[in-house]
């Protein structure tokens, strides 16, 4: 064996052992002072010394609020205002707010209510045992707007929640898109301005 080889042997088995923590398990040995050793208290461990109870778990300081996914209790964002359902939408009912809600309710609430809102969408077609309500009839049509978003925040009976699926601004356009829903299936010919021509549809 040359000097040479041996040289580039040693430094080829030094590098393999640098890529290692540690070479044994139990106890290891550490190679390099990696994020394996850290001052750290673990979770659910007990310490000496520093706090009265021995935990190394401590409580949020008293009045501690959540940055991330806190809001106000405002009726925009509950629907509520002094325990009541709010009996009207908060925002404004423009075109473009009914076509928002129209697409969030596709996407959200069809799949169940059907794009009429009635409930025969493809989710009691296939699982009859899951009945949703249909939105366009009178005990529906008599909720309070408030209501409704609270339907969609929290869900109600079978109905699953939604208020992390679909932002705040969704919701409400969507309760205006329901009313919309209803006003059409309710509607009677007197209902449409004077001047306006019906057709048919076929």
């Known amino acids: 064996m040359t000097k040479k080889f041996a040289s580039s042997l040693l430094v080829v088995a030094l590098a393999g052992l640098a890529g290692c923590s540690s070479i044994q398990r139990d106890p290891p040995i550490?190679?390099?002072?990696?994020?394996?050793?850290?001052?750290?208290?673990?979770?659910?461990?007990?310490?000496?010394?520093?706090f009265a109870d021995g935990r190394s778990n401590r409580l949020a300081p008293e009045d501690t609020v959540a940055r991330a996914g806190y809001r106000e209790?405002?009726?925009m964002n509950t629907g509520l205002s002094s325990g009541m359902y709010i009996g009207q939408n908060p925002v404004p009912v423009t075109m473009a707010l009914l076509k928002?809600?129209?697409?969030?309710?596709?996407?959200y609430c069809a799949p169940c209510h059907d794009q009429t809102g009635m409930g025969h969408g493809v989710v009691?077609?296939?699982?009859?045992?899951?009945?949703p309500s249909n939105l366009t009839e009178d005990r529906v049509v008599q909720f309070a707007?408030?209501?409704i978003f609270s339907v969609i925040s929290n869900g109600r009976r079978t109905m699953p929640a939604y208020q992390?699926?679909?932002a705040i601004a969704d919701r409400w356009a969507i309760v205006a898109y329901v009313r919309v829903l209803q006003r059409a299936a309710h509607g009677m010919p007197y209902?449409?301005?004077?001047?306006?021509?019906?057709?048919?549809?076929?």
């Not at 209902?191 to 076929?202: E, H, K, Q, S």
């Open 164 to 166: 992390y699926q679909v």
């Open 191 to 202: 209902d449409v301005p004077a001047g306006t021509t019906i057709a048919a549809v076929r």
């Open 73 to 75: 209790e405002t009726p």
């Open 145 to 147: 707007d408030g209501d």
């Open 124 to 131: 009691p077609t296939r699982v009859p045992s899951w009945q």
């Open 100 to 107: 928002q809600g129209q697409t969030k309710f596709n996407i």
């Open 30 to 50: 550490q190679m390099l002072d990696d994020m394996k050793h850290q001052p750290k208290f673990k979770a659910q461990a007990s310490i000496d010394g520093i």
